[in-house]
């Protein structure tokens, strides 16, 4: 999925099929050939859907309206270097 463009310009549609959950993480795993995120990264999260991604990054940041809440790190250690489930990770953020 890319952003799709007329010309030089981005029209502001998506070229291919758009991606949530889980499959956000894995297109961010091809494009940046990685199995774990950068160290530092950080997301945005406006919807239930982008909690994978919100998992995967070191820190995340909840959006709604014109709030943004932060959110604490997941301490992978606990977690054998794997994510928590979707329950867990809304416990943490």
């Known amino acids: 999925m890319r952003v799709a463009s007329e010309g030089s310009q981005c ?7 758009n991606c949530k959950r889980a499959k956000k993480v894995e297109v961010m ?3 940046l050939d990685a199995v774990k995120p950068p160290e ?8 239930r859907s982008d909690l ?3 998992c995967w990054v070191d820190r995340g940041y909840l959006v709604t309206g014109s709030c943004v809440a932060g959110c604490r790190s997941i301490d992978r250690t606990t977690t054998g270097g794997r994510n928590p489930s979707t329950q867990d990770a809304d416990a943490v953020a």
């Open 11 to 17: 029209s502001g549609r998506l070229d291919g099929a």
């Open 40 to 47: 530092g990264s950080i997301a945005y999260r406006d919807s």
């Open 29 to 31: 795993r091809r494009l």
């Open 52 to 54: 994978p991604l919100r």
